[in-house]
């Protein structure tokens, strides 16, 4: 149980044109999820809380209209990256909880790699 | 605000040594304390859990128990294998953000030689 998908698991696109990932709880009703970046080796950086049906919360220094994160069901966050750029490739990596509270794990999903040329 | 500090790595280990990744933290309130695992190319999974003091939380082999006096939580294992070999992740949530987020470390990576 506690699984999470993520597609595509990688892409590649040209500068200016925008990406699309999935983020997919497939055993569980995810009431929230969260958008991670990871550059090569270090640390995830949140990017942004996602609660379903509500506008995401994006941590400082994330520009949301960059980064556009869509959580319309209990199942499914998108993030969008609007006219990517070299700068803007990274793994991207989400994560979903089912209910609050801080004793409940977060499982990840595998992640998403993105290179924009 | 709350901080998760590991040791750096990489920590380079032979087959069957004893492993520990030392992890300690600062945080309000009382938060509950994760160790995740990422494989090369991979997300993260969860590897153990402590929510409340003098916890241990154990899988595969590894153990860390909730110190609350030290605010620990340390990594331990007996044995170590070479698949163990992956970037270990020392994380904290509490409640004070309201949105329960994750604090992670920068990540402790393993290698085990054959």
Redesign the interface.
């Known amino acids: 149980g506690a699984v999470?998908s993520?597609h595509p698991s990688w892409v590649i696109c040209k500068s200016g044109t925008s990406v699309k990932i999935e983020c997919r709880s497939l055993d569980f009703q995810a009431t929230?999820m969260?958008w991670y970046r990871q550059f090569p080796?270090?640390?995830?950086m949140?990017m942004a809380?996602s609660n379903e049906g509500s506008k995401a919360?994006y941590e400082q220094g994330v520009e949301k209209d960059k980064f556009l994160i869509n959580h319309a069901s209990l199942t499914l966050s998108t993030l969008t990256v609007t006219s990517a750029h070299p700068e803007d490739s990274s793994f991207y990596?989400c994560?979903a909880?089912d209910g609050?509270?801080?004793?409940?794990?977060?499982?990840?999903?595998?992640?998403t790699r993105l290179t924009v040329l | 605000g709350n901080s998760v500090t590991q040791m750096e790595g990489p920590v380079t280990l032979s087959e069957e040594a004893f492993l520990t990744i030392n992890c300690t933290y600062t945080a309000t309130g009382y938060?509950?304390l994760?160790w995740?695992v990422q494989y090369p190319?991979?997300?993260?999974?969860?590897l153990l859990?402590a929510?409340k003091a003098d916890d241990k939380g154990s899988n595969k082999g590894f153990e860390a128990t909730y110190r609350k006096e030290t605010t620990s939580f340390h990594l331990e294992k007996g044995s170590v294998q070479v698949s163990d070999s992956a970037v270990y992740?020392c994380a904290l949530?509490?409640?004070a953000s309201g949105?329960?987020?994750?604090t992670?470390?920068?990540?402790t990576?393993l290698l085990v030689s054959p």
């Open positions: 999470v993520q929230t969260f080796k270090q640390s995830l949140l809380t919360t990596i994560s909880r609050s509270g801080g004793s409940r794990p977060q499982f990840f999903g595998p992640g | 938060p509950s994760f995740y190319g991979e997300g993260l999974q969860l859990k929510t992740f949530s509490d409640q949105y329960s987020t994750l992670f470390g920068k990540g990576m």
